[in-house]
């Protein structure tokens, strides 16, 4: 079955980087173009960044955009987020999502909290 999970997660200082990595398995990975998400406290889940199945194309929000990257290694069946001069309203909830099928599939999550 579909499986993606998140990881990378954790406490950082504003200005600080993080990578998040999202493992996937049980569907042709390189097929699929894959999304990250993320929810913050009080808000909805909010779109941040996707990559085509290839690779080639990405987008952001404009909120990230300078700041985060998202690409894959289609080999490992991963996905990463590299984020960089992170800020406070950056903290909150990531998730990867893959749409297979008639489905969309989301991870189980990792927090991101940027504080000092």
């Known amino acids: 079955q579909v499986q993606l999970v998140e990881s990378g997660g954790g406490l950082v200082q504003p200005g600080g980087s993080l990578r998040l990595s999202c493992a996937a398995s049980g569907f042709t990975f390189s097929s699929y173009t894959m999304s990250w998400y993320r929810q913050s406290p009080g808000k909805e889940r909010e779109l941040v960044a996707t990559i085509s199945s290839g690779g080639a194309y990405s987008n952001y929000a404009a909120s990230v955009k300078g700041r985060f990257t998202i690409a894959r290694d289609n080999a490992k069946k991963t996905v990463y987020l590299q984020m960089n001069s992170l800020k406070p309203e950056d903290t909150g909830v990531y998730y990867c999502?893959?749409?297979?099928?008639?489905?969309?599939?989301w991870g189980q999550g990792t927090q991101v909290t940027i504080s000092s």
């Open positions: 999502k893959c749409p297979v099928g008639r489905n969309d599939y």
